[in-house]
């Protein structure tokens, strides 16, 4: 039967020659599929802004659906989610402004883990010894909340025990 080649965008399957992958990959229901998947991800204040600039659909709002449906040139958002969307966008704003007032503490934590860590780097190659409050403690880490409550989750991913690991060095090479 031959090879078969998948297309993730499209979510479809041929026989994989040069041919048919060709007219595939060059075909316009692909770049619909992949734009239409690029689109997922792009950042909510250029969606909000592209939203704006287009007139409502008239057929959307009158049905509950187009023909078009994402390749149509007007907007399909309704203003209760545009104000949806302006407020999420001001949340972010005011989280990057303003980390303490309601920002994440685990990006914080991670922040000054980094800073220490720098610090350590210099003093390792500088020469110094590094003192006892320097040093990582494990009660300065924040567990996030939703590691917790996953099942079965992998002894990598634990908090490390309130005294520590134990280190046992090993000197018997065989």
């Not at 689109?39 to 592209?50: H, M, Q």
């Amino acid at each position: 039967m031959g090879k078969r080649y998948y297309c993730d965008y499209c979510d479809r399957s041929f026989q994989d020659t040069l041919h048919n992958r060709k007219r595939h990959l060059n075909g316009l229901q692909h770049h619909r599929a992949k734009k239409a998947w690029f689109d997922n991800f792009r950042d909510a204040v250029t969606v909000l802004n592209e939203e704006r600039s287009k007139e409502p659909c008239r057929t959307f709002l009158q049905k509950g659906q187009c023909v078009f449906g994402a390749s149509c040139r007007f907007s399909h958002m309704s203003e209760r989610h545009m104000k949806m969307l302006e407020q999420k966008i001001d949340d972010e704003r005011r989280q990057r402004e303003d980390p303490d007032q309601g920002g994440s503490s685990s990006e914080r934590n991670i922040d000054e883990w980094l800073s220490r860590r720098e610090k350590k780097r210099a003093a390792l190659t500088s020469g110094s010894v590094l003192n006892m409050e320097e040093e990582e403690s494990p009660e300065n880490f924040e567990i996030p909340p939703y590691l917790l409550s996953i099942p079965d989750l992998p002894p990598s991913l634990h908090p490390p025990p309130v005294g520590g690991w134990r280190l046992t060095l090993q000197n018997d090479w065989g």
